[in-house]
């Protein structure tokens, strides 16, 4: 981390003192992850920082959000928690075949969970705000609108400052199908519903819609996955997708690949219905009725409407995004700075952090000409099993590089080798065979966020594969696996396959 790398300094003298006129160094709008961090680390380099944030709902509006943001109140963690909640139920299955006699089928109280966890969330939305109250940033709550580049308007007031750092994040959206609007629900819903459905329509193959059809599953919904490609999950290695999706076929998901949704509507008993057609393929429209819940997880828009923006002339992409430099900069209003969802690049929290932790030292550490480093982001999909990685995927590689060399590994894990055999995990490695450089590293297995974290660190001080090969291997691991693998399973050479069956997914 910049911090403990021991590059910051405390600026001595606050624009404030140089310009009587301002309120502020830094006035951030929005309390999420990028926009706390920004606001933390500023204050703690000598800025006289203000932040704005919206009263706190669980479900997020034009005029509600609160301290801690997406993250903290409607996604990585209630996500995170809900998913470790269902997890008890595929122990319990591993447990019997260990010997473990569960007398009675163990209940899971939905209240208790949606309970327990609400109260984790505001405790650690509460904990934001006192950060950033220990580390003397001005908090106002409020809804925030830019006045002109150098002024915000909150609650009647205007604050003046020299920089103004949007920070608004994203939104979820529903697509215009008939009865979308009125029948199904978002992320934000999803992870706070008081019953727990009997049956689950999940529309989307990202992250967040795997995720959750996965989560629910195992809490013994019936989930039907609807999704417009034929795999979910583009972002990710393809071998690594196929891998991912037989494990949730295997553990009971319905999945409908090149499929779309055209209507949802309500019947006389209170269900709704889902109507789906093929989507480039042949194939007849089907619905799927006495749906409790449809989650359309169809992606999210960045919150820059309505907030001033437009009246200072911020230039968008194309997606609404805040289009900013390098340097988190606005590319036309030079006191307006955008980070975290709002500015479109990786949506994580690690990465909105990162970009926060850069401006502030970019705009008030010694560091000035810090930019973000995106280097090695990992990303994993929390679903049962987790699929991780770090780095290039495979078609990627192969575009770029041309030469390359892909080793994989399929095993049972241990844990399910004296029952659920057919719970398999996959290891790929993918090396620049020109100078044996580790460019990707790829992991579907029920702990695979855990593992990926420290092959993340080693893709970023650039291993090589016989450094890889070098290092000694933690036994009985499925971490060991990544160490372990001598042959490549497929060469390429000048952007060819050369060696091993090509991949049909
Ligand atoms: C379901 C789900 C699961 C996710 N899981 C993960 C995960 O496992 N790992 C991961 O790394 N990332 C995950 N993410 C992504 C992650 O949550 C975001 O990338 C991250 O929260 C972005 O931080 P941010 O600060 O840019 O935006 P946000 O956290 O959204 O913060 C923006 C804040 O600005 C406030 N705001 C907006 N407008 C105004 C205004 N006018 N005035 C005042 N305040 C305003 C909002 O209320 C909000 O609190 C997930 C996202 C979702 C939706």
Known sequence: MLASAGIWRKVTTSALQEDGHLDFDLFTIGGGSAGVRAARYSAGLGAKVGLCELPRALISSDDKGGTGGTCVLRGCVPKKLMALAGLFAEELQDAASFGWEVKETPQLSWEALQNNKRRELERLSD????????????????????????????????????????????????????????????????????????????????YIGCEQASIFNNFGTEVHLIVRQELPLAGFDREACAFVMEQYKLRGLHYYGQSSPTKVFKGPNG????????????GDPFEIEDVDQVLMATGRKPKTQNIGLEDVGAELDEKGGLKVDEYSRSVNVPSIWGIGDVTNRIPLTPVARMEGSALAMHLFGEGNGTKPDYTAVPSVVFSSPQLAYVGKKEDAAVE???????????????????????????????????????????????EASEIMQGFAAALYAGITKRQLDATVGIHPSSAEEFVTMTKPSRKYRGGKLTEGEPLTC
């Open 400 to 446: 770029e590089y041309q030469d390359v060399d892909v080793y994989t590994s399929t095993s049972t894990p241990m844990k399910n080798t004296l029952g659920r055999r057919d719970v398999k995990e996959l290891v790929k490695v993918i090396v620049s065979s020109k100078d044996d450089r580790v460019i990707g590293f790829h992991m579907v297995g029920s």
């Open 271 to 282: 269900k709704l219905t889902v109507r789906i057609e093929p989507y480039k393929r042949d």
């Open 127 to 206: 904990l934001y705000r006192d950060n950033l109250e220990k580390a003397d940033v001005k908090f106002i709550e409020g809804r925030a609108r830019i006045v002109d580049p150098n002024t915000v308007e909150v609650n009647g007031q205007q604050y003046k400052a020299k920089n103004i750092l949007v920070a608004t994040g994203s939104a979820a959206i529903i697509p215009p199908i008939e009865g979308g609007k009125d029948f199904a629900i978002t992320s934000d819903h999803i992870l706070n519903l008081d019953e727990l459905p009997r049956k689950l329509v999940v529309v989307g193959g990202g």
